[in-house]
């Protein structure tokens, strides 16, 4: 079974500055994963996400996610964080046979002026 | 065009009585998915339909929950005798055919009193 960690609970970031989100996955095969924001009282809105091919994957909002296979992780990162990024960020891992998602716990991003 | 809706988006109810939470999937989409997210938490996978019927219902916690899909498009998922362990965010993901992204709705915020 696939298992997703987000080791870090909240991250408080100052505007401008950048921004890291770890993430580490466990799973037997090539994973499907994903990085979703979910804004207070909303939906999970799909940031990026990775099948295959390239390991560096660019998303919606400035953010980027790197896949690195041999440390099993998949790193959320933005240049330059604006006072919207505010909000709790989850990872997520799927597969190709297996269509449910295991998501982790969220990291809660604060960002003060 | 229309993303995933899903009503109420909020319900309180009586412990012991009978609720039913609603989704509406994007037009298309024959893959439809539930999820459950306590407090701090990240979601929870419950249960996933393809087409009209339930192809994983590995993650319903017992019984007294139960998902329909009657004509493959809208679902209901349905909890008897609620308990108040039972409160958190119900979401609702559909994708085009199950192996590709998952495009969640807002919820619905379930409080058991």
């Known amino acids: 079974a696939q298992s997703v960690t987000q080791p870090d609970i909240h991250i408080t970031v100052s505007e401008g500055a950048s921004l890291e989100l770890r993430c580490n996955y466990s799973y037997g095969a090539t994973p499907y994963l994903f990085w979703y924001v979910q804004s207070p009282g909303q939906g999970l809105q799909l940031l990026l996400k990775y099948f295959s091919g390239d390991t560096l994957v660019q998303g919606i909002k400035g953010f980027e996610a790197e896949f690195k296979r041999s440390q099993s992780s998949f790193n959320l990162r933005k240049p330059s964080v604006h006072w919207s990024d505010a909000a709790e960020y989850f990872c997520?891992?799927?597969?190709?046979?297996?269509?449910?998602?295991?998501f982790g716990a969220g990291t809660t991003v604060t960002v003060r002026a | 065009g229309a993303g995933v809706s899903q009503t109420p988006s909020n319900k309180v109810t009586e412990k012991g009585k009978y609720v039913e939470l609603r989704c509406d999937p994007i037009?298309?989409?024959?893959?439809l998915y539930w999820y459950r997210q306590s407090l701090g938490q990240g979601p929870e996978f419950l249960i996933y339909f393809q087409g009209t019927g339930a192809a994983d219902d590995s993650g319903l916690p017992n019984d007294r929950f139960f998902a329909v899909r009657p004509e493959g498009s809208v679902s209901t998922l349905k909890i008897q005798r609620t308990e108040r362990g039972d409160s958190a965010v119900y979401l609702c993901?559909?994708?085009?055919?199950?192996?590709?992204?998952?495009?969640f709705g807002p919820g619905t915020r379930l409080l058991v009193l």
């Open positions: 997520a891992v799927g597969a190709s046979n297996d269509y449910k998602l295991s």
């Open positions: 037009s298309g989409h024959t893959a």
């Open positions: 993901a559909s994708s085009l055919t199950g192996e590709e992204t998952q495009y």
